[in-house]
């Protein structure tokens, strides 16, 4: 089975819809089909990019899509109920029990309070997930009541990951609006996210650098 075929799996599609519901209740950024989609397509990029066999870029696109699906169960420890999730979605439709493996370590290790970079397409998700942030996953347009997570997305007028050509390093470069929030707040809420990235570039031997507005952090 494929990436798109999971991507138009209408069963997948309820429980990203409705997790993302949930996280909207709750005061969260989108979660919904742009960042799925986001995710898996980054995390299938470094791989590839890093020469990976097909059908291991194709595992990891696969993992992004599914990533976030246990924000459907409760927010917190989301990536081990969304790997519990996956696992049973994976096994119903048939997955070789070593790729669905490889698929459910990734999720259940992706959220920087309890994730580790345990293997290439863990590493690959934890980047794609963490690289995420954007003005359009913030909902609330009311600028006055923004919160320290909406004002940091909404800051980013444009983010890139990209790998060197000698693949030696990969890199997440941001230009931030200070109007709406500061590099500081950045770190404040994504500090942890960020040592983690590095551990994933580790993991796929390159070195991780954050650049803010040109000027390198990490």
Known sequence: MTYEEIKNNEEVRTYIRQADMSLSALGYTEHSFAHVTLVAETAGYILETLGYDERTVELAKIAGYLHDIGNL???????????????????????PPEETGMIVSAIGNHDEGTGTPVSPLAAALILADKSDVRRNRVRNQDVTTFDIHDRVNYSVTKSELKINKAHSLIKLKLSVDTRYGSVMDYFEIFLQRMILCRKAAERLGLEFKLMINEQQLI
């Open 73 to 95: 169960v409760n927010r917190i420890e989301h990536s081990q109920s969304g790997a519990i999730m996956a696992f049973r979605i994976l096994d119903h439709l048939k997955f």
